[in-house]
């Protein structure tokens, strides 16, 4: 069964629905195109599809839909993305044949796949939507996890005396390119995390990233507290007790969701300390499926457990007073039969200090088999920061590597680079390795290149001249001051 459309569209457009709720368009120049030709000026403002379909007037999809050009175009990007969803030929395939027992579960605080779902605050979030990403394109078997937050990240907005606002608009459900996700008799996932005398309903939620999706927990399920509809309210609160609720949300809820799709993952990618109650989770799922103790469900686990920690700084890592994790994991360890105290014991740097903070990053590490940071220099740093763990240990030996960010160049690329870059090397010229790319981007006529480079400059300053009529706007500009930017 497919996707339900939002509103009644004229009879052949009713596939904009499946383009809409991929977002593989956020890298697709000709999805790009398409979707301004619906309405130029709300993808110039929105960049989402699912609220151009919600908004657009009857009148000018009728338009569309009898325009042979527009159709053609439809057809063509339906068909490649179908054409990519089926395709056994990636790298994935040729890289492991036989496939993996499960899929990469993929867990992260926030998720940065473009602007239609901002549910990021920096770099963290755009690292995992790139990634998420780059394993569509790859075939990479990976299904991500995240929170769906009410407010997400604040907006950053000058006013009219140059002083700094901040706005937290609301992400409406009904307005994002998402859907729910459905158990397989149909009804809407929603999972349930125990907590001190209640339960936290999670609505289960996704998104598609071409062969990807990612799951999104939400909390704002009318059946829950107001107070525990707002877990999800907003990323990062900055107060102690939200922040250790969402990370539980996040862990334990995601793991729930994860089994009840029927789902195995055969590995558990943690990114950053926020996420390793799921972890946790995996173990305490051990025990109760096969009468594990704790410690013989941690050693079965961790090696499928991969942790990347981001931060440079000890600062960086999550601390939560040990009487406030106490009180939240004392019901899942005890249904599981673990025990509490041995848990407790992996998020200390000190064993017998019953009183230290408790580190999410300690956690991560104790549960993890693998361990990376995402520089070479970031790598050598975390070995220092970890090193209090390993007290014996000289410091090059401490069990951190380091896998260096990249970028998932389609999705930052312009057009006409777009255009260069497959001229010289080939559509799918990002799939391989920069060492086979150099010799044909040396081919370059220095021509194009300056002409690229001058297409777009212009094209930052039209931008950033109509941001600034905007501002002004917003900010009650005399019309002249507004016309004038």
């Known amino acids: 069964m497919g996707p339900t459309p939002p509103r009644r569209l004229p009879p052949g457009l009713e596939v904009l629905v499946e383009l809409a709720l991929d977002l593989r368009w956020t890298w697709s120049h000709a999805g790009d195109a398409l979707w301004a030709r619906i309405d130029p000026d709300a993808w110039e403002q929105t960049r989402n599809p699912w609220l151009i379909l919600l908004t657009a007037p009857y009148e000018r999809l009728e338009a569309l839909a009898a325009d042979e050009g527009f159709r053609r175009e439809l057809q063509a990007l339906l068909a490649e993305r179908r054409a990519h969803r089926r395709r056994t030929d990636l790298w994935f395939h040729a890289a492991q044949p036989a496939g993996l027992p499960g899929p ?57 005396q140059g002083e700094q606002q901040e706005l937290h608009p609301y992400n409406d459900p009904l307005t994002l390119p998402i859907e729910p996700a459905r158990e397989p008799d149909g009804d809407w996932l929603r999972v349930a995390v125990p907590l001190p005398g209640r339960e936290l309903r999670l609505r289960v939620w996704q998104v598609r990233l071409g062969r990807v999706r ?31 609720l969402q990370e539980l949300a996040l862990g334990f809820g995601g793991w729930e969701a994860l089994r009840r799709l029927g789902l195995e993952p055969s590995v558990c990618h943690l990114n950053e300390g926020h996420t390793a109650f799921a972890a946790l989770a995996r173990a305490l799922d051990h025990m109760r ?7 013989e469900a941690r050693a079965a686990t961790r090696a499928g457990n991969l942790f990347t920690t981001h931060t ?10 040990p009487a406030l994790v106490c009180q939240y994991l004392a019901l899942p360890c005890a249904r599981a039969g673990a025990s509490l105290e041995a848990v407790l014991a992996l998020g200390r740097e000190r064993l017998e200090d019953g009183g230290e903070a408790f580190n999410m990053s300690r956690l991560a590490l104790a549960l993890a088999g693998r361990v990376n940071g995402v520089s070479r220099l970031h790598g050598a740093v975390s070995r ?47 799939l391989g390795t920069l060492e086979t790319l150099a010799g044909a981007l040396e081919e370059a006529p220095a021509e194009a290149l300056w002409e690229l480079r001058a297409r777009g400059r212009r094209r930052l300053v039209e931008v950033v001249r109509r941001r600034l009529a905007r501002q002004l706007s917003m900010q009650g500009a005399p019309r002249e001051a507004v016309e004038a930017a």
């Open 214 to 244: 990612v799951l999104l927990l939400d909390s704002n399920d009318p059946l829950n507290s107001p107070l525990d509809r707002g877990i999800t309210g907003e990323l990062y609160p900055a107060a102690a007790e939200p922040r250790l």
């Open 104 to 160: 990469v579960a993929y867990f992260v605080m926030e998720l940065g796949v473009g602007e239609a779902l901002p549910l990021y605050a920096g770099g963290l979030g755009v690292l995992a939507g790139d990634h998420l990403k780059t394993a569509s394109d790859l075939g990479v078997p990976l299904v991500g996890v995240c929170l769906l937050y009410q407010r997400g990240y604040f907006r950053q907005l000058l006013d009219a």
């Open 384 to 430: 220092e920061l970890f090193q209090p763990l390993f007290p014996r240990w000289p410091r090059r030996e401490v069990p951190v590597g380091h896998v260096t960010n990249a970028v998932h160049v389609p999705s930052w690329d312009s057009a006409e680079a777009d255009a260069l870059w497959t001229r010289l090397c080939g559509k799918e010229r990002w």
């Open 312 to 321: 440079p700084v000890q600062a960086g890592f999550d601390r939560f007073d």
């Open 289 to 295: 499926r096969h009468g594990a103790g704790f410690e």
